[in-house]
């Protein structure tokens, strides 16, 4: 038997070096289809790339959110003054007041952008490093895979419930098989005390009423409906254990398993068929329920 994922996990991967300290985050939620999104700081697009190829291999459904922080040491992350661009404006000043600047102007170029930065020309050394990438890429991978754990333990737990659910399934069809049986007692008395209640019962032609019960019993016959209820169950075993991906024809299975469920009702003559039918219904959502977590 092979194993089902779920879509719902989370993973952190960390690390330092000498330049300062990563943390990969990785964390998924149910999806439709394949969804995801990388989150990195200036300079560190290019692991953007890597990361949805990683998880395009690993997954196939979920919506997922990836995130790298860096945090540089103190010595890489301190501020940087970038003189050509400050001498540039003092001497645009100076020209445009002819006179020398004091100091109070000079804290005001200061504050002018890309004038002082604060450790942003060092992180983009620091993504410039192909070892420092390789490293990033190599911990995002092992993010991804311990991201694939966490899914599948949800999957193990969601294929020891939805096998669970079968059975239930399973149990009450046979109950409704049972109750089945007596449709057509049921539909004959049912008529009779109709005809009775009219005063027709003596007027009607034994063969017309036979007739006619003979088509009631076939509008109200639930066999069909019941095999394939079976037959779907024997599908939805199968579909566990073949492992994902299956979170589609699980959740395909589950509408069919549901029309079945309604139709038995509709047919049912009898407040004990139909409350069969009620339990089924009320099972077969927990199924869906489930299944939708599924990848």
Do not use: Y
């Amino acid at each position: 038997m092979n194993n089902l994922s779920g879509m719902t996990g989370f993973a952190r991967v960390t690390g330092e070096a000498e330049w300062g300290a990563w943390a990969w985050e990785a964390k998924s939620v149910n999806g439709r289809g394949l969804d995801v999104r990388v989150n990195t700081p200036p300079g560190f697009d290019a692991l953007e790339r890597v990361v949805k190829a990683a998880a395009s291999k690993r997954f196939n459904r979920g919506s997922l959110q990836v995130s790298l922080r860096i945090e540089l040491s103190d010595q890489a992350g301190g501020a940087t003054i970038d003189h050509a661009l400050l001498d540039t404006l003092l001497a645009a000043a100076e020209k445009a007041h002819g006179v020398g600047i004091s100091s109070e102007a000079i804290a005001t170029l200061m504050t002018v952008k890309g004038v002082v930065e604060t450790g942003s020309a060092n992180i983009r050394d620091v993504a410039a490093n192909p070892d420092v990438m390789a490293e990033l890429e190599s911990a995002a991978v092992a993010a991804l895979a311990e991201l694939d754990q966490a899914r599948q333990a949800e999957g193990r737990a969601l294929q020891t419930m939805l096998s669970g659910l079968v059975d239930e399934l399973v149990s009450a069809t046979d109950a409704a098989i049972s109750l089945a049986g007596d449709q057509p007692a049921l539909l004959k008395a049912r008529l009779s005390k109709q005809l009775e209640e009219l005063g027709a019962d003596q007027q009607v032609d034994p063969e017309r009423l036979a007739a006619e019960l003979a088509l009631t019993a076939a509008k109200a016959d639930v066999r069909e409906e019941l095999d394939r209820l079976l037959a779907h169950f024997d599908s939805a075993r199968k579909l566990l254990a073949d492992g994902s991906p299956v979170g589609r024809k699980l959740d395909f299975l589950a509408q069919e398993l549901n029309r079945e469920a309604n139709t038995l009702c509709s047919k049912s003559v009898s407040l004990d068929l139909t409350n069969a039918g009620l339990s089924l219904k009320g099972t077969i959502d927990q199924f869906k329920e489930q299944s939708a977590n599924v990848e």
